[in-house]
């Protein structure tokens, strides 16, 4: 059985059904979370297996060659859709388990939210909807998880194939240049693959005779750095339109600190970690008002959870004490415990401070 063969047949059994209603079951969630973690295990598997049998980049070998070339270019070409078809499939299923996992609170005498829940989901913890996670169940059915994101795109409405456009516009990269090459080679203990860089690789290909094929990497810019993640994401937001996307990316700036934006990939897989200057209108003073506080807190030397950060921001620039409660789920009474805390910390409203007050936030900044 080929490779080519086998992995279109997995493919093609990935048809889920979801229950959207159901998924603040434990037992129901599990099965779900489950099934949708080890079948991106056997996608990944697959992935490794074809960049070592170079499907990435299949028509190197056929430089010069001649007689049956039409024969050998039509396999080339099964072989890249077969891996561009299998790396969809893998991103929908990213994307799948961010939004299951930050939907997730598990609580006993604490509460384990996210994906520091899943360490207790088969324990006897009682199973909650968690009200702070950035997560839209509806996605869910909307992604293509067989990697056929072209029957998606031919189903869509007109309406539906603007948002598309947009959202894929919004966070499409610019082109990086070169960065680096892996080098698969096989040995008689089987095979195995190095990263080197591109002032490494000639002197490295000189002295090697085993390799067995290779793939140049592009540096990764923008605000989606993958490729796959990006037409994946425009696909599954497009129905819901721009305006929810932008809300979507602009919670998950203001919820999660840099750390855990750098660590975990959450809903947005490969999103940059710099702030999106002039992409997500009129969030981008809120995030930017947020990221400011969390810097001067840190050179007072307090910590304040990302989230309340984040609200506080939120209702300092927009004033609307209802959005932000619901937005963020925080109770009314800590919110101006905290916005009073941040007064005096000389955070928040320094047009009223008192003159020792700015004169000691004037030395922090020196």
């Known amino acids: 059985m080929s490779l080519i063969y086998k992995v279109n047949k997995f493919l093609d059994t990935l048809n889920y059904t979801f229950k959207l209603d159901k998924l603040g079951n434990k037992e129901y969630f599990k099965e779900i979370y489950f099934k949708i973690l080890n079948n991106l295990s056997v996608l990944e598997n697959f992935k490794?297996?074809?960049?070592?049998?170079?499907?990435?980049?299949?028509?190197?070998?056929?430089?010069?060659?001649k007689g049956s070339?039409?024969?050998f270019r039509n396999r080339a070409q099964l072989k890249k859709l077969t891996y561009d078809r299998n790396s969809y499939a893998l991103s929908a299923h990213r994307i799948a388990l961010g939004h299951l996992?930050?939907?997730?609170m598990l609580k006993n005498e604490k509460r384990y939210r996210g994906r520091e829940a899943l360490k207790y989901l088969n324990k006897g913890l009682k199973f909650y909807k968690n009200e702070k996670g950035v997560y839209r169940f509806e996605i869910l059915e909307r992604l293509p998880l067989s990697g056929d994101y072209m029957v998606k795109l031919s189903n869509f409405t007109p309406e539906q194939r603007k948002n598309y456009r947009k959202i894929l516009t919004l966070i499409d990269s610019e082109r990086g240049g070169l960065s680096s090459v892996s080098v698969y080679m096989k040995y008689k203990s089987g095979r195995?693959?190095?990263?080197?860089?591109?002032?490494?690789?000639?002197?490295?290909?000189?002295?090697?005779?085993?390799?067995?094929?290779?793939?140049?990497?592009?540096?990764?810019?923008?605000?989606?750095?993958?490729?796959?993640?990006?037409?994946?994401?425009?696909i599954s937001y497009a129905p819901f339109g721009l305006d929810t996307f932008i809300f979507d990316m602009a919670m998950f700036y203001l919820?999660?600190?840099?750390?855990?934006?750098?660590?975990?990939?959450?809903i947005f897989p490969t999103l940059s970690n710099e702030i999106p200057k002039n992409k997500l209108g009129k969030y981008e003073e809120i995030i930017l008002l947020k990221e400011k506080l969390e810097?001067?807190?840190q050179k007072l030397g307090k910590f304040e959870k990302s989230l309340v950060v984040g609200g506080i921001a939120y209702y300092e620039?927009?004033?609307?004490m209802e959005e932000t409660l619901k937005y963020f789920s925080i109770d009314e009474k800590k919110l101006k415990r905290k916005l009073e805390e941040f007064e005096s910390f000389?955070?928040?409203g320094t047009k009223n401070l008192k003159p020792r007050t700015q004169e000691f936030l004037k030395y922090l900044q020196r």
């Open 69 to 71: 070339e039409p024969f």
């Open 48 to 65: 490794e297996e074809m960049e070592f049998y170079g499907f990435p980049n299949p028509y190197y070998p056929l430089k010069g060659l």
């Open 192 to 234: 195995t693959k190095k990263n080197i860089s591109l002032k490494e690789y000639k002197t490295f290909v000189e002295d090697k005779t085993n390799i067995e094929t290779f793939r140049i990497h592009k540096k990764k810019r923008g605000l989606i750095k993958d490729r796959h993640i990006r037409k994946i994401l425009s």
């Open 295 to 297: 810097e001067e807190l």
């Open 255 to 266: 919820k999660k600190g840099k750390y855990e934006r750098e660590r975990y990939a959450g």
């Open 101 to 104: 996992i930050e939907s997730i």
């Open 317 to 320: 620039i927009t004033g609307n």
């Open 346 to 348: 000389g955070l928040l």
